[in-house]
């Protein structure tokens, strides 16, 4: 089993549209969560992090499920500016590690 | 100003050759890594430093050494490049050093092509 898995997508939506991505993690001792973002052929840049109650920036909600070990993220109101990849991303558990998902490549289109 | 600034943006070189890749960071943070992005997009660590002293080595070819002069600076040398070795490699830094809080900066990535 994958450490982070997400599903690649990709997700091609129209402006305007909510669309959700997933991702589980298989390491309980994990602590850290967070969604970034990653343009195409530039460095990830940190959207949010995820805590346990939740927690909304703008049009962006994140939810983490401890008991399930399972991340989201929702977007609300899609702009054409959020077309990227979303990689879901968690800590090793104490090692000073991020471990990063794959990717789930979203597209908006007008 | 660049927070973690990698040079060169673009590396192309024959197979067997030696190169290496820099990185610097002015955010103060106290840990460093390398990180590669192969073909497939997946991103993977490489090595941790925490102020100098290497933390993490993950399974990583002894072809390529790390080196940290300072808490500042992490550099990456490679020996005998080989094919496989094409990706795109990013230098990362963050302010602690276990279950990192805040996440970490990237610099823009170093894309080395292998011919």
């Known amino acids: 089993r994958k450490e982070v898995e997400q599903d690649p997508g990709p997700f091609n939506v129209p402006e305007g549209a909510t669309v959700a991505f997933n991702c589980t993690y298989s390491?309980?001792?994990?602590?850290?969560f967070f969604w970034y973002r990653q343009d195409c052929r530039k460095e990830p840049k940190l959207l949010m992090s995820?805590?346990?109650s939740g927690n909304e920036d703008g049009r962006f909600t994140a939810q983490l499920n401890r008991a399930s070990q399972y991340i989201s993220l929702l977007i609300r109101d899609s702009k054409l500016s959020d077309s990227a990849t979303y990689l879901c991303?968690?800590?090793?558990?104490?090692?000073?590690?991020?471990?990063f998902g794959a990717g789930t490549r979203l597209a908006v289109h007008p | 100003d660049t927070a973690v600034s990698q040079t060169p943006k673009y590396l192309v070189t024959q197979m067997g050759n030696d190169k290496s890749i820099k990185c610097e960071q002015n955010?103060?943070?106290?840990?460093m890594y390398w990180y590669k992005q192969d073909s497939k997009k997946f991103l993977k660590i490489m090595f941790s430093?925490?102020?100098?002293?290497?933390?993490i080595n993950e399974t990583v070819p002894n072809r390529f050494s790390p080196k940290s002069p300072d808490k500042a600076h992490l550099n990456l040398h490679i020996n005998s490049l080989e094919l496989g070795d094409s990706a795109v490699y990013f230098c990362?830094?963050?302010?602690?050093?276990?279950?990192?809080?805040?996440?970490?900066?990237f610099g823009s990535g170093t894309r080395l092509t292998v011919v």
């Open positions: 990362a830094s963050s302010q602690d050093q276990t279950a990192p809080l805040y996440g970490y900066t």
């Open positions: 390491n309980s001792a994990s602590q850290s």
């Open positions: 995820v805590y346990s």
């Open positions: 991303v968690v800590d090793s558990g104490g090692y000073n590690k991020l471990i």
């Open positions: 955010l103060g943070h106290d840990t």
């Open positions: 430093y925490n102020n100098k002293e290497l933390i």
